[in-house]
């Protein structure tokens, strides 16, 4: 399903540096959400937004930053990365209270 | 806040036979369980959703109970076979806190030939 989509797929980097992972999403809806997913844990929630100019903290927003452009567009940031911040990542969109569509991820290695 | 809890962490399944993964929540307002599949490398999909005013829902192979007085919802997968071999997350949350859903931490799910 390309309706969702992350960039970059894959990133390396270092301690320290800012980050910005990008989803965009042509399906028309209006939430999106930011995930990351470590083994063992599940998919956890980070930011989400209902509407442009809606932005919500989830369940572990420290050390993350969001930016809801527009519609179709919601950016996470990690201002200064740190080796725990390592995982992978999803973007999801839904539209009202319907189930959310994940994208393919982006899997973000922290050195 | 709602927490939710999985069980198995692991299952591993002779095709055909059939397959049940069970999971726990806490918030009695949770309203609204969906399950996701993760193949490798993959995103999580959507295989099937309950809402709370039924007690069972089934499509095809798939189907999840729910025991509201209980707090915990199943997931039971018959006739296994091997595409059906993945990670299987549950999920729940409620209307006034629609889209924070909560995620169990996962069943891997291995369907041998």
């Known amino acids: 399903d390309a309706d969702v989509t992350q960039t970059p797929r894959n990133r390396i980097t270092k301690t320290g540096k800012r980050i910005m992972l990008e989803c965009s999403q042509t399906k028309g809806h209006d939430r999106m959400y930011w995930y990351r997913q470590d083994p063992g844990l599940g998919l956890r929630l980070i930011y989400y937004s209902f509407d442009v100019k809606d932005i919500n903290k989830g369940e572990i927003s420290d050390g993350y930053s969001v930016s809801r452009q527009a519609q179709a567009k919601f950016s996470l940031s990690l201002e200064s990365a740190i080796p725990n911040q390592t995982a992978l990542y999803f973007c999801?969109?839904?539209?009202?209270?319907?189930?959310?569509?994940f994208g393919d991820g982006t899997r973000l290695s922290i050195l | 806040g709602e927490n939710v809890e999985q069980h198995p962490s692991t299952l591993s399944v002779q095709e055909g036979d059939s397959a049940v993964i069970k999971c726990t929540y806490s918030?009695?307002?949770?309203?609204?369980f969906p399950w996701y599949k993760q193949e490798l490398g993959k995103r999580p999909q959507l295989i099937i959703d309950i809402r709370s005013n039924v007690g069972e829902k089934k499509d095809q192979r798939i189907a999840v109970t729910l025991n509201k007085t209980a707090k915990h919802f199943s997931l039971h997968i018959t006739e296994t076979q091997p595409e059906d071999s993945a990670v299987y997350f549950c999920a729940a949350s409620t209307t006034d806190s629609w889209g924070k859903l909560q995620f169990g931490a996962g069943t891997q799910v291995v369907v041998t030939p």
């Open positions: 999801a969109t839904s539209i009202s209270n319907q189930p959310q569509h």
């Open positions: 918030d009695s307002a949770s309203n609204y």
